[in-house]
């Protein structure tokens, strides 16, 4: 069986009154930076154009200045300093590393960010969710709902969940190990952390948390750990270690669970805020919004090998069962 659910556009009646708005005579560009790597730029080009949309055939027709990393972190400052000399009227930025290069920059530009590593508030971003006050707004994570459903779907399939290891880029930020140690707490769930900051660290990391006897493992979400799902799904199961994390081509690809928000969703809602303050929007009062869809997938497969009981209750909320 495997079950997926398609990319919920976001209705277009939720934006008719910006539609039926005049349009300006001039529409400006919009930045866009792009870690994964070139063949999914496209897609991602096509969905963030589609948000544009929803705010006006000419915001549609926006010009995009757009990079790719191709999946290389240090090309993140360069690249942003690049879009941003090519003057756009706003910047989506796609993760911490962006939003912080695109902010440094201290131009004021209007940015919209889907993060979902960051708190925009606890990190001075904004001065809160419904009026950012500033030049920040965008998709954000309920960190502390959203990270406590990984350790939820892990101890249903692991009732005897002990300990914890939390493997992660720190360059993406602490925010998500820190609310997994206080929610694991409460469970009487020790955790381990394991930092990594390239590529060849995973394996070590994967190594390491075997080696400290941990019972499961989060991979916290990170460019570094976009680009490399297939890699980490092969490690996880190499050294037989249940794992979760918010990509969906962990679980895919050979590892026990993801579930995090629709990528491409999250890239369409941002995509029409970003059409909002073409239209004449400010980012200090444009709310920041939250991913309206998640997705959870189950790899039955992996769990076998694992030994691992995946509850069939847990298979019927899953978008997606892998077999």
């Known amino acids: 069986m495997k079950r997926r659910h398609g990319l919920r556009l976001l209705g277009g009646a939720a934006f008719a009154p910006l539609a039926a708005q005049a349009q300006p005579k001039a529409v400006g560009k919009v930045g866009y930076v792009?870690?994964?790597?070139?063949?999914?730029?496209?897609?991602?080009?096509?969905?963030?154009?589609?948000?544009?949309?929803?705010?006006?055939?000419?915001?549609?027709?926006?010009?995009?200045?757009?990079?790719?990393?191709?999946?290389d972190p240090t090309r993140v400052v360069p690249l942003v300093?690049?879009?941003?000399a090519r003057r756009p009227a706003v910047f989506v930025a796609a993760g911490p590393?962006?939003?912080?290069?695109?902010?440094?920059?201290?131009?004021?530009?209007?940015?919209?960010?889907?993060?979902?590593?960051?708190?925009?508030?606890?990190?001075?971003?904004?001065e809160s969710i419904a009026r950012p006050g500033g030049n920040v707004t965008g998709v954000f994570l309920d960190?502390?709902?959203?990270v406590g459903k990984w350790i939820e779907f892990l101890r249903e399939c692991l009732p005897r969940l002990r300990r914890l290891a939390l493997v992660g880029d720190p360059g993406a930020g602490t925010t998500q190990a820190d609310t997994l140690g206080q929610i694991a707490a409460k469970f009487g769930i020790a955790t381990v952390r394991?930092?990594?900051?390239?590529r060849q660290d995973l394996a070590g990391a994967m190594a390491t948390a075997r080696e400290r006897g941990v019972d499961a493992v989060?991979?916290?979400?990170?460019?570094?750990?976009?680009?490399?799902?297939?890699?980490?799904?092969?490690?996880?199961?190499?050294?037989r270690l249940p794992a979760i994390t918010m990509f969906a081509d962990f679980a895919q690809?050979?590892?026990l669970l993801s579930y995090g928000p629709d990528l491409l969703g999250a890239l369409q809602q941002a995509g029409a805020m970003?059409?909002?303050?073409?239209?004449?929007?400010?980012?200090?009062?444009?709310?920041?919004?939250?991913?309206?869809?998640?997705?959870?997938?189950?790899?039955?497969?992996?769990?076998?090998?694992?030994g691992v009981t995946v509850p069939l209750a847990l298979r019927a909320r899953a978008n997606e069962v892998v077999e």
């Open 274 to 306: 970003a059409g909002k303050l073409l239209a004449g929007a400010a980012p200090a009062t444009l709310p920041i919004e939250r991913p309206m869809t998640f997705e959870l997938i189950v790899n039955v497969a992996t769990a076998e090998k694992l």
């Open 97 to 126: 590393a962006l939003l912080r290069a695109a902010y440094q920059a201290g131009r004021g530009i209007a940015i919209v960010a889907y993060d979902f590593e960051t708190d925009p508030v606890a990190e001075h971003y904004a």
């Open 253 to 255: 690809s050979g590892g």
């Open 194 to 198: 394991i930092d990594v900051r390239v």
């Open 143 to 146: 960190v502390p709902d959203f």
């Open 218 to 239: 989060v991979l916290l979400s990170s460019p570094l750990v976009f680009v490399n799902n297939s890699e980490l799904a092969e490690l996880a199961l190499r050294h």
């Open 34 to 71: 792009m870690l994964g790597p070139p063949q999914a730029t496209a897609s991602r080009l096509e969905t963030l154009r589609s948000g544009l949309r929803l705010a006006g055939p000419a915001i549609g027709q926006a010009e995009i200045v757009d990079e790719t990393t191709a999946g």
């Open 81 to 84: 300093s690049q879009v941003l």
